[in-house]
Nanobody, 121 residues
Framework: QVQLVESGGGLVQAGGSLRLSCAAS????????MGWFRQAPGKEREFVAA????????AYAASVKGRFTISRDNPKNTLYLQMNSLKPEDTAVYYC??????????????WGQGTQVTVSS
């Protein structure tokens, strides 16, 4: 069973930065596709960013493009999300997800428990 554990969430002022991490319990090269999703209160979960195992194929939601950067360190079995120029509307629980399937669109088979990101205005 694959376990994903997120960390790095917290409270930050608008315009600030945070870096989320997701540690995988297995070698991440076995997880062809990894991604970040988020869910704000009262809203459905939405896609944020995804990356393939080489890092050569990356996708972002339009709302975060240019502000967020997804990356992965396969030797460390870790996925990252660098979030800059944060806005109050970025407030959500952020989830790490992964799959052994190819294709950034998923579906994703493994999910973390989530980490809260709160951006104050």
């Amino acid at each position: 069973q694959v376990q994903l554990v997120e960390s790095g969430g917290g409270l930050v002022q608008a315009g600030g930065s945070l870096r989320l991490s997701c540690a995988a319990s297995i070698r991440t090269f076995r997880l062809n596709t990894m991604g970040w999703f988020r869910q704000a209160p009262g809203k459905e979960r939405e896609f944020v960013a995804a990356i393939n195992w080489t890092g050569g194929n990356i996708a972002y939601a339009a709302s975060v493009k240019g502000r967020f950067t997804i990356s992965r360190d396969n030797p460390k079995n870790t996925l990252y999300l660098q979030m800059n120029s944060l806005k109050p509307e970025d407030t959500a629980v952020y989830y790490c997800a992964a799959t052994q399937r190819m294709g950034l669109e998923g579906p994703y088979d493994y999910w973390g428990q989530g980490t809260q990101v709160t951006v104050s205005s």
